[in-house]
């Protein structure tokens, strides 16, 4: 009878706490016009809980009080619930995948445009350039990253890197395909580093919230693994459709995991490397 009596508090506890989410994840809908109630909701769980535990607070009612009344608040939580920020060259076998994908379906197209949807910061942008500069199609090819969150946006069109950290990114570099060193990709200056002018020109930085706006442009290539990764089933389906209008015919998709049957649009595409989820749009 105890036992039953403490699951059942359990279980009220965990009922409490979905309810005091949903109101804070309407709270930054209605307050910021920002909306993850569609996103994975273990998750967005996850992540609420390490703000609580940086900010020493209880439950998350505590925190929408903070959100709704506490300059920065707000800000704070919508960073934590974004997409990461990634390294440069952090996963040397996409960009690997990438390289080899890229450098085969890009050179028919004149003028290939790139999205890079809800792009990981320049970490990932600057990658993209980079291996795109030596497959010899940057000059060519323009990259749309976009960003949801209005701050993180302006921060990253003036953001660089520790120049310190280079040489320790030279083996993730190689691992991806590369073959110079790393930092002849950069230009130094008081300790930062800044990827080259004429390559940092072929990116244009932009705001798209995929849950809410629509197609904006007809690409050659999509690519979104992490945001993709943390939106619920109803959302997923929706940013697959966004994705299927804004990609041209034969043009390559790459994303988060493996299309399934009932994906939206899924009978459009064309496995390009076998399990890998990179595919050629065909329909």
Request: aromatic share 8%; with cysteine.
């Amino acid at each position: 009878m105890a036992a039953l009596t403490a699951f059942a508090a359990f279980a009220a506890s965990l009922a409490v706490e979905e309810l005091e989410i949903d109101l804070l994840l309407e709270a930054l809908f209605q307050r910021h016009g920002y909306d993850f109630r569609d996103y994975d909701r273990q998750l967005v769980r996850k992540k609420l809980l390490g703000v609580l535990a940086a900010r020493d607070l209880k439950t998350v009612s505590a925190l929408q009080e903070r959100v709704l009344h506490e300059p920065g608040a707000a800000s704070n939580v919508l960073r934590a619930l974004a997409v990461a920020l990634s390294g440069l060259f952090d996963d040397p076998a996409w960009a690997r995948e990438a390289r080899e994908v890229l450098g085969k379906s890009l050179p028919s197209a004149a003028l290939p445009k790139i999205w890079l949807a809800e792009c990981a910061g320049i970490g990932e942008a600057w990658t993209l350039a980079i291996l795109l500069q030596e497959a010899g199609l940057l000059a060519r090819t323009e990259i749309f990253a976009t960003i949801a969150n209005e701050e993180m946006l302006a921060e990253v069109r003036d953001a660089s890197l520790d120049a310190a950290e280079l040489p320790a990114l030279q083996e993730r570099y190689r691992q991806a395909g590369g073959n110079a060193a790393l930092l002849d990709w950069f230009e130094v200056k008081d300790g930062r580093a800044l990827l080259l002018p004429r390559l940092r020109a072929r990116i244009t930085w932009a705001g798209h919230n995929l849950v809410t706006d629509a197609s904006f442009n007809e690409f050659q290539a999509i690519l979104c693994r992490r945001a993709l990764a943390d939106f619920g089933p109803m959302l997923r389906q929706r940013v697959l459709r966004l994705f299927h209008e804004s990609l041209a015919r034969f043009g390559v998709l790459g994303i988060d995991r493996e299309l399934a049957p009932g994906d939206a649009h899924a009978g459009a595409y064309k496995p390009l490397l076998g399990e890998s989820p990179w595919y050629r749009r065909v329909e």
